[in-house]
């Protein structure tokens, strides 16, 4: 085993006993994520279900997780970490979304919450929410043309927002004054609180039920056997030293391509992964702090190994990630990182597949969009923030076609239902429908992208954060590249990323990349939709 300081409990423990632990604990961050999102206000996390949760030992392990948002679930240990550097005590709630000290962007607000059944922690419940604004120069606090973190939005390190079980209504309010549409982000955050609160109810049931020490030994048993699932799976992997480079398009700032580049080396039962000779810290908003890159390495992993091995710290314990200080992706405050986390994560991914693909190419698929397809209508009076990621084209698979119009790599959001869009936002859905061939040819099609067209009803700020609009994600084996994407204001050509005014009336229009073939295509493939 590589990395482990705890002691070989998962023979302690029987095999039945784990299993039921296992699955309980699961269980836990699941009702957290549930909590969360019945009881949250705004439509991004209550329809789109742009959260995640998870359950952490007092050592800031991951336990348990729900299976929601892989770019927010790969980050959270940092900000646990962040938070155990302000000595909690039982009855205290965290909040957090500093980039820099355990965050991501800002729009994902992070609640941390010592669960201390007993009066002694005992573990850490989480919650990470992307509230639809967080301040900043425009609505939605996504803007394209951002040069420093200021212009994002009111940026929280750890604090306390509850402090021995009493309230804190100063930071609350503190926090409320410097947001828009301030109703919203209040029953947001009451609704990340109650789902942490969850977390503590549940615990204590299983502490009842199983006893305590029972319960404690099963958080070690628990990662030991993912621990050694993994082991086992990375070194069934051809040991080498696998490079693979890719780029972004511009970061709001520039239009010229960014180099992401990688190196993995696979060593037994470990894995390194080193981004040295990625590009220096950006001037624009795509730069992503070392949890999101870290992140997609994870998710990376965890795609070409067994899926059905329990996702928690013992997966994350055989692989290190390192990129060099003051670059993309390990930059120094005060860069802006907004776009970093929703579309450089998702370039991060693709490279580190595009490596390991040659470790494992039957496991690889070929590239799906590689965007998340930010698109941020708000209002400058604050009456309503509009944010939605849009899904695309899944890569082909060595064995089958890629799927069709839906969320890729780092994200794992649905889409926001028409109905409750066009009742909750002065927005009106023109077309929402599949890219007619826009999935790559090839043995086995890549996914078909989408195309949505939205008509403003009211004057607002538009902000496109999107990739993959000059470089086609690439098919694989002979397959074709799928199509790029595409972004029309009023049918005329808009940036890949841009923030613009528009007035009433004005139509917004994005349509998303397809996925790369797999494949040699057949002599008489012609180009058929389906």
């Known amino acids: 085993m ?38 949250a206000y705004s ?36 900000a646990v970490e962040a938070v155990r550097e302000h000595d909690p005590q039982p009855g205290d709630v965290f909040v957090l979304n500093d980039p820099f000290t355990g965050g991501t962007h800002l729009p994902d607000v992070t609640m941390v919450s010592p669960i201390a059944p007993d009066e002694e922690i005992v573990g850490y419940a989480v919650s990470r929410a992307h509230h639809a604004d967080v301040g900043g120069m425009t609505p939605g606090s996504m803007p394209a043309g951002a040069q420093e973190i200021y212009q994002e939005g009111l940026r929280l390190p750890p604090t306390r927002l509850v402090e021995g079980g009493e309230p804190r209504e100063d930071v609350r309010e503190l926090v409320l004054a410097n947001v828009r549409n301030a109703r919203e982000r209040r029953a947001d955050l009451r609704a990340q609180q109650a789902a942490n609160e969850r977390a503590e109810e549940r615990l204590a049931a299983l502490f009842d039920e199983h006893g305590r020490e029972t319960v404690l030994t099963g958080f070690d048993a628990v990662i030991d056997y993912s621990r050694e699932r993994i082991t086992e799976e990375i070194a069934a992997l051809p040991d080498g030293t696998y490079e693979a480079t890719d780029v972004l398009e511009g970061d709001g700032v520039t239009d010229e391509d960014i180099p992401i580049s990688v190196t993995v080396t696979v060593d037994g039962e470990a894995i390194d992964v080193d981004f040295s000779g990625t590009a220096d810290q950006l001037a624009g908003n795509l730069n992503a702090p070392l949890a999101v890159a870290t992140s997609a390495v994870y998710f990376v992993v965890r795609s070409i190994t067994d899926p059905e091995i329990p996702p928690n710290h013992g997966c994350y314990e055989p692989v290190s990630v390192h990129a060099p200080e003051g670059t993309l992706l390990n930059p120094e405050p005060p860069a802006a990182v907004v776009g970093g986390n929703v579309e450089t994560s998702q370039r991060v991914t693709d490279v580190v597949f595009t490596a390991l693909a040659q470790a494992a190419p039957d496991r690889v698929p070929a590239q ?3 965007t998340m397809n930010n698109l941020t209508i708000g209002a400058r009076d604050g009456s309503f923030t509009y944010y939605e990621t849009i899904a695309g084209g899944f890569g082909a698979r060595a064995e089958r076609d890629g799927m069709d119009g839906v969320q890729v790599g780092m994200t794992n959001t649905l889409n926001t239902p028409i109905e409750s869009l066009e009742t909750e936002y002065p927005l009106r859905v023109e077309r929402y429908a599949l890219r007619e061939g826009s999935g790559g040819r090839g043995r086995h099609r890549g996914g078909l992208g989408l195309e949505r067209s939205v008509t403003v009803e009211k004057a607002a700020t538009v902000s496109l954060l999107t990739e993959r609009r000059r470089h086609a994600p690439k098919g694989v084996a002979g397959g074709e590249n799928g199509a790029t994407g595409e972004n029309l204001i009023d049918g005329e050509p808009a940036p890949a990323k841009t923030t613009v005014d528009v007035d009433a009336g004005t139509t917004v229009t994005v349509k998303t990349p397809g996925g790369g073939g797999h494949g040699e295509p057949a002599a008489d493939d012609g180009d058929d939709d389906v």
Request: aromatic residues 2%; charged residues 25%; contains cysteine.
């Open 43 to 78: 439509p991004n996390i209550k329809e789109r279900r742009d959260c995640s949760t998870a359950l952490f030992d007092a050592e800031e392990r991951m336990i348990a997780q729900a299976e929601h948002i892989p770019v927010h679930l790969g980050a959270m240990p940092a």
């Open 2 to 39: 590589t990395g482990d300081s705890t002691p070989d409990t998962a023979d302690s423990i029987d095999p039945v006993t784990l299993e039921v632990l296992r699955n309980q604990l699961e269980s836990v961050a699941e009702e957290m994520g549930q909590t969360l999102i019945r009881g």
């Open 368 to 370: 799906g969009q590689g």
